[in-house]
C-alpha cells in the first residue's frame, strides 16, 4: 500500500510540475507577444486603433436601414472630392467614369448637405467594403492611411447600379473624439473609378434551398437522366434536386441507405457499364437498423440515373489508412487501360492542437492523399501514390485537384491546389508514372490555394489555369511599414507572394504556365474559395465568378493582422498543448462571432470586355453577395444556351448552422449565337472526364473547353460544355479530342442549341 501510495504521489507531482510548466510557457507566450506589440508590431497595433473609426463606420452602415444618414453623421474635418470625367461606353450598357483633380472642398456641414441631395435625387447606399490598406505613423504632420473603399450604389427610380472603388487617403487628428476614435482631419476622395449600368440585371434569383447544418459535402451538377437538363447531387444531406425545367426541382433520396454523412464525392462511370456511378467516402448505413461504418463507397448507376442499389464497400489493396479530412475526389483513366483512376487529397484544418502548417508558404505536413489505381469495375482499387511517383508531396494541405492534359500529349497530368502551399504540377508519362514538372512549368506557384477552374481565356486554342487564393490588405500594410521580425526571414520575405491573391496562368506551345499580363485584374477578390469559369453573355470570352469571404461575424474588426503579427511565428506542424490553449485565447473569440475574419466580402463576376481586360460588374449584374460564400458552379440549369450561376453560402452572424444554395438564372436574352456540347457515359467506350472539346468557327477561331472533376471548391461540374460565339455565324466543325487519343468530329453543326457526342441521347 505505501509502495502504491508512493507511485500515486509521484504521479501527482510529476502532472502538476507539467500543467505548472506549460501554465508558466503559456505566461511566456502571452508576454513575448505584448513585448513585440511595444516593438516590432508598435506601428502596426497604431494602425489597427486608428482603423477602428472605418470599422465603426462599416459595421453601423450594414446594420441600418438608414445608410445616408450614417454616411452624414460621420465626423471630420474636410472632405475633397474630384471632378467627375467624360463617360466610357463599355459593353452591355455599362459606362466607366473616374474622378480627379480637387472639384470640392466639403467640410461637415457641407458634406451633409451632399448628401441629402444625393438623397433627394433617389441614390442609396446598398454594400460597402473599407479596408485599411496603408499606414504611416511617422509623418511630420501626424499619422496618415490609405483605405480602400468600394460603394455599390442603387438609384430605384432611375433603375441604375454603380460600383464606387478607390483608394481614400486619410490625414488623422492626434486626438480621440467621445467615442475614443480617432477621427479624420482630411479626407482626400478625390480619386474614384465608377462603373454604371441602368436597366434590369443579368442575373435573378430563381431559386434557393436551405441545406440543414453548414453544408458539409460537396455540390455536383449532373444530367442524371440525360434531359439536356442537369441535376444538382447534395451529397451531404443525401438528396438529389431533380430539374424539372420550368416548375422547379423535385426532391429525392440520393440513395435509400442513407448516408450519415459524406466528406467528399465524385460522379462518373466507375464500374464500366456505360451508367454514371456516384463514390464517396463518408459513413453509410449498410444494412437498416445497423450502425453507420466509415469508408469509401460506391452506388451503382442506372439507365434511369438513380442510384437504387444498396452501397458497394470499396476495397483498397493495400489499405488506406484512415481518411481524417478528405477534401476533394478527381478522376480519370491515367494509365490508359480504359477506366477510371482517382486521386483522393485530404485537408488538414490550421490551429488543431495547436499545431501550425510550417512553413505557412510551402507546408507538407498534411494528411496524406491517395492515387487509387482502378482495378475494372470500381468496387476495388490498388494504392500506387509511392509506385506512381506521388509521395513526396502527398502530405500538402490539399483542397483541390484535377487530371488534365496540360502539356497536349495526349494523357492525364495531375493539378494540386493547396493551402499554406499554392500548386503542384505533375506530368504523366503516359503509363500512370507522374513527375513533378512544378518548378519547370509554373510560373510562381506561391498562394493560399483554394481551388482552381480552366478555360481558354485568350483564345489561343490552349487550355488555361485560373487558381484562386488569398489576399490580404494586413499584409501589404505590414510590408509598406517595413514591419518584419528579422530572425524570420523566409517568412517575412514569402508574405506578399502568398497573399497576391488569385494567379491567371496562360498556356504556351511548349507547355509552360505563364502568368497573364492582365492576370491582375483578377487577383484581388479577398479570401477566395470556389471558382468557375463562363461565358455570360455569349460573346465569345470567358468570363470568372469567384466566391468570397472567411468568417463574417458581428463586427468588420479584422482577426486578419492577428495572424500576420503573430501566429505564423508560433509552433511547428507538431501538435503542441500550450500553444493549443493559446491559439484558443486568441482564434476562440473569432470563432464565436464578436470579431470578423476577411469578413463581409462580396462575390466578383469578372467580365472579359472587348479590349480583353477584365472589370469586376457582379453589383451591376446583381451577383454581388455579402454572406461568406464557398461553392461555385456555373451552368446552363434550363438549356436555353445561357449560362447560370450556382453558389452556397453561410450565415455565421445570425445562425451559426445556416446554409443554402442559390441559383442565379441568366435573365439577359443575350444576342450572341452559342453552341452546345454533351459528352455522355457508353459501356465500351472512353469516359468523357479528360476530353477536350475544340470548336472551330467559320471564321477560323477557336474555342477549346476540357472535361474535369475536382475543379473548383467541392463542386462537380456536368460533362456538358456551353461556347459563346459573339458574331460568329457559322461553327465549321466541332472535334472531341478523347483521353484514349481518339476524335470524334462533328461537322457543321446548328448553332443555338446542344449536340450529344459520344453516345446517344435518350
Known amino acids: 500500500m505505501k509502495r502504491s501510495y508512493s507511485i500515486y504521489c509521484v504521479l501527482a507531482l510529476a502532472i502538476f510540475s507539467i500543467a505548472k510548466a506549460e501554465e508558466e510557457d503559456l505566461l511566456s507566450y502571452i508576454k513575448s507577444k505584448q513585448t513585440l506589440n511595444n516593438t516590432v508590431w508598435k506601428q502596426e497595433v497604431e494602425a489597427q ?63 451633409g448637405k451632399w448628401i441629402d441631395s444625393m438623397a433627394a435625387k ?65 479626407i482626400d476622395a478625390s480619386e474614384l473609378e465608377i462603373l454604371e449600368r441602368t436597366g434590369d440585371p443579368f442575373f435573378k434569383e430563381a431559386f434557393n434551398f436551405d441545406i440543414p447544418g453548414r453544408g458539409e459535402g460537396a455540390i455536383m451538377s449532373y444530367d442524371l437522366n440525360k434531359d439536356s437538363l442537369p441535376e444538382i447531387v447534395l451529397p451531404g444531406i443525401n438528396a438529389v434536386l431533380w430539374n424539372l425545367g420550368e416548375k422547379g426541382y423535385g426532391v429525392k433520396p440520393l440513395n435509400d441507405l442513407a448516408f450519415v454523412s459524406t466528406k467528399a464525392s465524385i460522379i462518373g462511370d466507375f464500374s464500366g457499364d ?10 453509410a448505413t449498410l444494412v437498416k437498423g445497423r450502425s453507420p461504418k466509415s469508408g469509401l463507397y460506391l452506388l451503382r448507376g442506372s439507365a434511369k440515373g438513380t442510384f437504387d442499389e444498396p452501397p458497394v464497400e470499396i476495397k483498397v489493396d493495400p489499405p488506406m489508412e484512415t481518411l481524417r479530412g478528405i477534401a476533394s475526389i478527381t478522376s480519370g483513366d491515367i494509365d490508359n487501360d480504359g477506366d477510371l483512376d482517382m486521386w483522393i487529397s485530404q485537408y488538414k484544418a490550421t490551429y488543431v492542437n495547436g499545431s501550425m502548417p510550417t512553413p505557412y508558404f510551402d507546408a507538407n505536413d498534411g494528411y496524406p492523399s491517395f492515387l487509387l489505381l482502378n482495378q475494372g469495375d470500381g468496387a476495388a482499387f490498388e494504392e500506387a501514390t509511392e509506385k506512381a511517383g506521388l509521395a513526396a508531396k502527398r502530405h500538402r494541405r490539399t483542397y483541390s485537384s484535377s ?50 477552374t480552366f478555360g ?28 518584419n521580425r528579422d530572425e524570420f526571414p ?66 468588420a474588426k479584422d482577426y486578419c493582422s492577428n495572424f500576420w503579427t503573430d501566429d505564423i511565428y508560433r509552433g511547428s506542424s507538431q501538435d503542441n498543448p500550450v500553444l493549443d490553449k493559446y491559439f484558443k485565447n486568441s482564434v476562440l473569440p473569432m470563432m464565436e462571432g464578436n470579431v470578423s475574419w476577411n469578413g463581409f466580402e462580396h462575390n466578383f463576376l469578372f467580365a472579359q470586355m472587348e479590349d480583353e481586360n477584365y472589370r469586376n460588374v457582379s453589383f451591376l449584374m446583381g451577383v ?19 449560362m447560370d450561376i450556382i453558389v452556397t453560402q453561410l450565415n455565421y452572424r445570425e445562425d451559426k448552422d445556416s446554409s443554402w444554395i442559390k441559383i442565379y438564372r441568366n435573365m439577359s436574352g443575350s444576342p450572341g449565337n452559342w453552341i452546345g456540347v454533351s459528352l455522355g457515359e457508353s459501356a465500351g467506350q472512353p469516359s468523357p472526364v479528360g476530353a477536350k472539346i475544340l470548336v472551330v468557327t467559320s471564321d477560323g477561331e477557336k474555342r477549346v473547353e476540357v472535361v474535369v472533376n475536382g475543379d473548383s471548391f467541392q463542386a462537380q461540374h456536368s460533362t456538358t460544355k456551353h461556347f459563346g460565339l459573339g458574331d460568329a455565324e457559322a461553327v465549321d466543325f466541332v472535334e472531341v479530342s478523347w483521353p484514349n487519343g481518339k476524335k470524334t468530329r462533328l461537322e457543321n453543326p446548328e448553332l443555338n442549341q446542344y449536340h450529344w457526342l459520344g453516345v446517344r441521347k435518350p
Request: hydrophobic share 35%; proline share 1%; glycine share 10%.
Open 490 to 555: 523566409d517568412r517575412n520575405r514569402m508574405r506578399i507572394p502568398m497573399t497576391y491573391g488569385n494567379r491567371l496562368y496562360q498556356s504556351q506551345e511548349s507547355g509552360f504556365l505563364k502568368q497573364s499580363e492582365n492576370g491582375h485584374q483578377v487577383a484581388r477578390t479577398g479570401w477566395a474559395w470556389g471558382t468557375a469559369t463562363l461565358d455570360f453573355d455569349n460573346d465569345g470570352d470567358l468570363d470568372v465568378y469567384v466566391a468570397n469571404g472567411h468568417f463574417s461575424g458581428e463586427s
Open 122 to 186: 433617389g441614390y442609396r447606399l446598398f454594400q460597402s467594403e473599407w479596408h485599411h490598406s496603408r499606414f504611416d505613423a511617422n509623418n511630420v504632420d501626424g499619422a496618415n492611411s490609405v483605405v480602400s473603399i468600394v460603394l455599390h450604389v442603387y438609384n430605384q427610380s432611375k433603375k441604375s447600379r454603380y460600383s464606387i472603388s478607390g483608394k481614400i487617403k486619410v490625414e488623422w487628428n492626434r486626438e480621440l473624439n467621445a467615442k475614443g476614435l480617432y477621427t479624420p482631419a482630411r
Open 403 to 452: 487530371f488534365y492534359d496540360y502539356d497536349g500529349d495526349s494523357d492525364l497530368d495531375l493539378v494540386v491546389v493547396s493551402d499554406f502551399s499554392g500548386i503542384d504540377l505533375y506530368r504523366n508519362n503516359g503509363e500512370g508514372h507522374f513527375d513533378d514538372v512544378t518548378a519547370e512549368a509554373i510560373d510562381n506557384r506561391s498562394l493560399f490555394g483554394m481551388a482552381h
Open 274 to 283: 456505360g451508367y454514371v456511378d456516384y463514390l464517396c467516402y463518408g459513413e
Open 49 to 111: 486603433r486608428h482603423e477602428e473609426t472605418f470599422i465603426d463606420l462599416w459595421d453601423r452602415l450594414r446594420k441600418t436601414d438608414t445608410p445616408l444618414d450614417i454616411l452624414k453623421a460621420f465626423e471630420f474635418g474636410t472632405l475633397q472630392l474630384g471632378d467627375l470625367s467624360e463617360k466610357t461606353a463599355l459593353e452591355h450598357g455599362i459606362e466607366l467614369s473616374s474622378t480627379s483633380g480637387k472639384a470640392l472642398s466639403l467640410d461637415s456641414d457641407k458634406w
Open 624 to 642: 454581388a453577395d455579402e454572406l461568406d460564400s464557398r461553392r461555385v458552379i456555373s451552368e446552363d440549369v434550363n438549356g436555353d444556351g445561357l
Open 456 to 483: 481558354d481565356f485568350n483564345r489561343d486554342g490552349l487550355i488555361d489555369l485560373y487558381v484562386t487564393g488569398m489576399s490580404s490588405t494586413t499584409a501589404s500594410r505590414l510590408d509598406a511599414m517595413g514591419a
